[in-house]
């Protein structure tokens, strides 16, 4: 079993160290993603508009960096679950009806900002372009 701290929280908090750990390298993942597709489109002279395609990995990479940052998983958010420290996806319930309705609150507001923050970098890609 993984050693940790960190308390489970509703609303607030719903995932361990492992846990955040998965969703940091889904950051990272999605930043490589967004990277190469950028530099694909650049140097293939694609057209223009097709710069908007951006969109799907830096909303990969905004997912995981405001998952990591937040201490909080969107997915378990919105199913019920949580995972304070046990391995990776091994998961448990919340059962508390209270403490789902605040879980899927904060879900959806995280949702809101990697959606948010994607936009925005791909616009600046958009209009930044060389």
Same mark, same amino acid.
């Given at each position: &079993?993984?050693?940790?701290?960190?308390?489970?929280?509703?609303?607030?908090?719903?995932?361990?160290?492992?846990?955040?750990?998965?969703? /940091?390298?889904?950051?990272?993942?999605?930043?490589?993603?967004?990277?190469? #597709?950028?530099?694909?489109?650049?140097?293939?002279?694609?057209?223009?508009?097709? #710069?908007?395609?951006?969109?799907?990995?830096?909303? #990969?990479?905004?997912?995981?960096?405001?998952?990591?940052?937040?201490?909080?998983?969107?997915?378990?958010?919105?199913?019920?679950?949580?995972? &304070?420290? /046990?391995?990776?996806?091994?998961?448990?319930?919340?059962?508390?009806?209270?403490?789902?309705? /605040?879980?899927?609150?904060?879900?959806?507001?995280?949702?809101?900002?990697?959606?948010?923050?994607?936009?925005?970098?791909?616009?600046?890609?958009?209009?930044?372009?060389?």
């Amino acid at each position: &079993m993984v050693e940790s701290k960190e308390q489970y929280i509703p609303g607030a908090c719903n995932i361990g160290s492992e846990e955040r750990r998965m969703r /940091k390298i889904g950051g990272w993942a999605g930043t490589g993603l967004f990277l190469l #597709l950028y530099a694909a489109l650049l140097f293939t002279h694609a057209p223009h508009w097709s #710069l908007f395609f951006l969109f799907v990995p830096a909303l #990969l990479s905004a997912t995981g960096w405001v998952q990591y940052a937040n201490h909080f998983c969107v997915n378990f958010g919105m199913r019920g679950l949580r995972n &304070m420290d /046990k391995p990776a996806f091994q998961t448990e319930n919340v059962v508390e009806e209270e403490f789902r309705r /605040k879980d899927r609150e904060r879900s959806l507001k995280l949702i809101g900002l990697s959606v948010a923050v994607s936009l925005a970098v791909t616009l600046i890609a958009y209009f930044v372009r060389p």
